[in-house]
């Protein structure tokens, strides 16, 4: 079964050697400091199941976003044109 798709930002930079500790999540740090661990997640118990990997990291998460079919458009931006995100580092 196929979870729909969301992307965590935290506060720290985290590379993708962390991959392992998030099975199935793409791992992308920025410049700014931030870090996406972006992927799709079955439901919402693997969803908390995730967050607290986060918490148990001590990582400061910035947003919890549901993403949209495109995979990278915020679930509450696909009515409003001008909402729509603009080229980020956590793209696809």
């Not at 992307?7 to 400091?33: H, N, Q, V």
């Not at 972006?38 to 148990?56: C, F, M, P, W, Y």
């Amino acid at each position: 079964m196929k979870g729909r798709k969301y992307r965590i930002t935290t506060r720290d930079i985290l590379d993708e050697s962390w991959s392992a500790y998030f099975p199935g999540m793409a791992i992308s740090a920025d410049p700014r400091g931030m870090t996406g661990i972006t992927g799709d997640i079955a439901d919402q118990s693997a969803l908390h199941g995730l967050l607290n990997k986060v918490r148990d990291l001590n990582l400061e998460i910035v947003s919890v976003l549901l993403l949209d079919v495109d995979g990278v458009t915020p679930v509450e931006c696909r009515a409003c044109g001008k909402n729509k995100p603009q080229n980020t580092p956590f793209g696809r």
